[in-house]
DNA sequence: GATTAATGCTAAA
DNA sequence: TTAGCCTTAATCT
């Protein structure tokens, strides 16, 4: 379940290796058999994060639109040309969690045997990607994915000038919970269940607050807040939302024990350990980070929301 | 080894 | 409203 900073990940990944390269394009599964002909032989022109959608441009200007849904994840491989040109560490797999690492498989000049229901195959000169359990993977013209991009909301990732003023906007126009309107594509773009919780908790929101409660000032410091940890997302490669003097092991513990939080440089959720990832998303009975109060669960609207009854009162 | 839940969404009913 | 996608890590026997 990749949130949007995954799929910028993809994207970014994607224009490092393919761009202006041609492309076989397969469906070892055959169940896009039809799609894949209608890109095959194509160079991929560039890559788009819109949300948790990616876009895939091809040089006659037909798209692949991919959504990786619940557990939809991208495998790479190559050789030293394709590894050498990814900017983000040459990963093997980008899907719900990242995996690093060699994938192997390029030994003989090409790919390896596709192992299990792989949906999408595409093969450069250097390298291979493979898609497999996609929400959503179709070829679209480009007005159709003008259509489909229309009904997504502001993307924090991208952040354009007045994205921030368009979600405000948008959140504030409903009764509808802010928890329920976070999840919401249409109001913005790339937000799962982890950044919902995780930011809702930062800001000391309380979930069940309708939007049109939302004064402007919270609703661009919610803005504020998503687009930074988001961009967090994407240099880190996984979801990390704590501060370093909320973590109690670790860097975060040595901080605490008087250790200059300077020292950690540019990488400062490097090796953060996953129990001191968040503040309360699957933390339900644990005590806040904050106050200890044990932390809540409540499903809403199918998924489950964690929060602080305390320090989301609105009273703390 | 078997079962379950999971960072979503789509399409059928 | 519900099934489906068809994977993976965590949890159970």
């Keep these: 379940m990749p949130e949007g900073h995954s799929v910028h990940r993809l994207a970014r990944q994607f224009n490092d290796v393919f761009a202006g390269s041609v492309l076989a394009v397969s469906s070892p599964q055959g169940k896009f058999a039809a799609g894949a002909r209608l890109i095959d032989g194509q160079a991929l022109e560039r890559a788009e994060a819109h949300g948790k959608q990616m876009f895939l441009t091809f040089s006659h200007e037909l798209i692949l639109r991919v959504h990786l849904g619940l557990y939809g994840a991208w495998d790479f491989g190559g050789d030293s040309t394709f590894t050498g040109a990814s900017s983000i560490g040459a990963p093997r797999r980008i899907g719900e969690q990242e995996v690093a690492g060699d994938s192997g498989g390029w030994g003989h000049g090409g790919p390896p045997e596709p192992k299990g229901a792989v949906r999408v195959r595409l093969v ?17 013209t480009p007005s159709e994915a003008a259509v489909v991009r229309r009904k997504l909301g502001p993307d924090p990732l991208n952040n354009l000038p007045g994205d921030g003023g368009e979600f405000g906007r948008r959140i504030r126009k409903s009764i509808t919970s802010i928890a329920l309107q976070l999840m919401k594509q249409e109001v913005l773009a790339g937000v799962g269940n982890v950044y919902r919780a995780e930011v809702l908790f930062r800001l000391g929101l309380d979930p069940m607050r309708p939007g049109k ?19 967090d997302g994407v240099r880190d490669g996984r979801i990390i939302t704590t501060e370093l003097g909320d973590r109690p092991s670790g860097l975060g513990a040595a901080v605490g024990r008087g250790l200059d939080a300077a020292l950690l440089g540019s990488r400062p959720n490097k090796d953060v350990p996953v129990q001191d990832a968040h503040y309360v998303y699957k933390r339900v009975g644990q005590p806040c980070r904050h106050c200890g109060t044990v932390i809540a669960m409540a499903e809403l609207g199918g998924r489950k929301l964690y929060w602080c009854p305390h320090c989301q009162s609105g009273k703390a």
């Design 124 to 140: 450069s000169a250097h390298g291979w990607a493979d898609l497999r359990g996609p929400t959503a993977c179709e070829v679209l």
């Design 213 to 231: 409660s939302l004064q402007v000032e919270e609703a661009r410091a919610l803005w504020e807040d998503i687009a930074k940890i988001m961009a």
